[in-house]
């Protein structure tokens, strides 16, 4: 890239931002129901409500993340990271940051320091999982991407992202331990306590 393309894809950047924090303020405004999630995902906006079957299987992965490495652990459940592409203001069920990571000037956590990314799906914003947000973890080079799906009784484990995708998945079925060792969180994750819809 030459300096010119460089300052043009900081000024989009910046201007996305710009554009994402809108959003944010005006939904913060909004009457949101409460229990439900707010994200953007290509600069549309989706609410969805929490279940107890996806509350259940988030706080099981946070909590095998909390074992690993501790309750100071950088893991983070429905909070904002902005990742590349057009108003990507997501939420993830659970990112893991790097222990070094630090909060922008905006008071943001940057989607460079993302780890591992862990998605419950829900059906109304499957398609999101699967779909744009894993093309968008890809393209952050987020290391590690998996995908709880409780309607398929099973995870998808995407790993090593090239060329702005991931490879095929490991799928695991619900019930068979989750061997993530060798992967950024180098653990091995019961699903036997997952529970289905």
């Not at 107890?52 to 893991?75: C, N, P, Q, S, Y």
Request: net charge negative; aromatic share 10%; charged share 30%.
């Amino acid at each position: 890239m030459t300096v010119l393309e460089d300052r043009i894809a900081m000024a989009d950047a910046d201007a996305n931002t710009k554009r994402l924090d809108e959003w944010f303020e005006r939904l913060e405004r909004m009457p949101v129901p409460e229990g439900y999630r707010v994200e953007i995902v290509g600069g549309n906006v989706f609410m969805t409500p929490q279940r107890d079957t996806h509350w259940a299987i988030i706080r099981r992965i946070a909590r095998a993340l909390e074992d690993r490495f501790g309750m100071d652990v950088k893991a983070f459940s429905d909070v904002r990271i902005d990742f590349p592409g057009h108003e990507n203001g997501f939420c993830p069920d659970i990112a893991l940051l790097k222990d070094s990571a630090k909060t922008d000037d905006t008071g943001h956590w940057r989607y460079q320091d993302v780890e591992f990314i862990a998605e419950v799906i829900s059906k109304g914003t499957a398609r999101n999982d699967y779909g744009p947000k894993r093309i968008a973890y890809a393209e952050a080079e987020v290391p590690l991407y998996v995908i709880a799906d409780p309607y398929q009784g099973r995870c998808h484990v995407y790993s090593d992202p090239k060329d702005g995708d991931y490879g095929d998945p490991v799928r695991v079925d619900f019930g068979t331990d989750l061997d993530l060792t060798g992967t950024v969180v180098d653990l091995v994750m019961r699903t036997d306590r997952f529970p289905r819809d």
